[in-house]
């Protein structure tokens, strides 16, 4: 009970902010101008209508998902530490674990649902003008988006409990997406070359960045044989299969997202609160 009142306060609190609005704003915007630009009726291998819109809303939503989600959730524990929350909260019968996990699932609700509610927007639209709609590819782009979310959400929570200070904990959280964003296919090909190091161990490193497993997932679906990423496809495709690896794409975010999340907690329980 503590833990779901906990969660609504939560939602409550982050309803009422500024980012919340900017946040929900930026991906309904998204979507919007998608129409505007008439992207519905372009095409790109093939693909035209809401998939063509899927397609490249997903791609803008790995770049600008996982930034939002760590900047504001890292302000979490972090910012209420330093507004002397902890104090106030120990006095009240609530228990340690209620709070932090009810904060965690307050806070996902409130940055999945924007998310997720665009795409449905665009649905709506669709079924409105009579497009046709690939609900499989909805359902599980719908599937990447929460695992996503949830995944950089628990690293958010993890950053916010060891920062002694919401601003450290800002400048964590960037630290953070910039180095999951350099070691991208780009910087890990270079390193290869360089260093002359065994492709399986590359794509290795690779897969471990969640931010290359939603990227890949994504292309996934409307490109099977993976061509977009080379030779490295095979080694993917051959330890995987194309099931199997959209399978492992929303398995391992929402891993990472958990173990962080139980890792922060861990650490929040032995730390100094006040």
Avoid at 131 to 143: C, E, K, Q, R, T
Avoid at 207 to 229: E, G, I, K, S, W
Wanted: charged fraction near 10%; charge should be neutral.
């Amino acid at each position: 009970m503590h833990l779901l009142l906990t969660a609504y306060t939560d939602i409550l609190e982050s309803l009422r902010a500024r980012w919340f609005f900017v946040y929900s704003g930026i991906f309904g915007g998204i979507v919007v101008l998608l129409f505007l630009f008439g992207l519905t009726e372009s095409r790109i291998m093939g693909f035209t209508g809401i998939t063509r819109m899927m397609i490249t809303y997903i791609q803008l939503s790995m770049a600008i998902l996982p930034i939002f989600i760590l900047i504001t959730t890292v302000r979490s524990v972090a910012g209420d530490r330093e507004a002397g929350v902890f104090e106030y909260l120990l006095s009240l019968p609530i228990n340690l674990n209620s709070w932090f996990w009810g904060k965690m699932l307050g806070r996902f609700v409130v940055v999945f649902l924007p998310v997720f509610l665009a795409l449905v927007g665009a649905i709506i639209w669709g079924v409105a003008n009579g497009a046709d709609v690939p609900w499989n590819i909805f359902l599980y782009y719908s599937g990447l988006l929460f695992s996503l979310s949830w995944c950089f959400l628990g690293i958010g929570m993890l950053i916010s409990t060891l920062a002694r200070s919401a601003d450290v904990a800002q400048g964590a959280a960037f630290i953070v997406w910039l180095a999951l964003i350099l070691f991208l296919d780009l910087i890990l090909l270079g390193v290869m070359i360089r260093e002359s190091l065994n492709p399986d161990l590359i794509v290795a490193m690779a897969l471990v960045n969640p931010l290359q497993v939603f990227r890949t997932a994504a292309m996934l679906l409307f490109d099977p044989q993976l061509v977009l990423l080379g030779p490295s496809a095979y080694l993917i495709l051959d330890h995987f299969g194309e099931k199997g690896y959209l399978i492992w794409s929303l398995i391992y975010p929402v891993g990472i997202g958990t173990l962080s999340g139980w890792i922060g907690y861990s650490i929040f329980l032995r730390s100094d609160l006040p």
